[in-house]
């Protein structure tokens, strides 16, 4: 089992700064990749950035430059730093981690998710 506990949603106003944390215990499983997803109601959840074992990057174009990714290996926790933040970045935001088990198959897990509202 893989749990992640996420942390650092809240309010904050256009072009403002928050910094998500992940933090991730796993259980029988090895995690390849670490990131984060979000869903505004009705729609399907997307991905906004991920960071795979040896450290290489993926953002979704709507927040390269201006979301940051990382991962401390000893702690076992992803961020997600996000900054000059828009009222279109209103969302739930999901950790996300893919990870494999003993047999070499491959699983997600999903944190709770966290809210995060811009105001214009």
């Known amino acids: 089992q893989v749990l992640l506990v996420e942390s650092g949603g809240g309010l904050v106003q256009t072009g403002g700064s928050l910094t998500l944390s992940c933090a991730a215990s796993a259980s029988g499983f090895s995690i390849n990749a670490m990131g984060w997803y979000r869903q505004v109601p009705g729609k399907q959840r997307d991905l906004v950035a991920e960071?795979?074992?040896?450290?290489?990057?993926n953002y979704a174009d709507a927040v390269k430059g201006r979301f940051t990714i990382s991962r401390d290996d000893a702690k076992n926790t992803v961020y997600l730093q996000i900054n000059s933040l828009k009222p279109e970045d209103t969302a739930v935001y999901y950790c996300h981690a893919e990870a494999m088990d003993s047999r070499k198959l491959t699983f997600a897990f999903w944190g709770q998710g966290t809210q995060v509202t811009v105001s214009s």
């Open positions: 960071i795979r074992t040896g450290g290489s990057t």
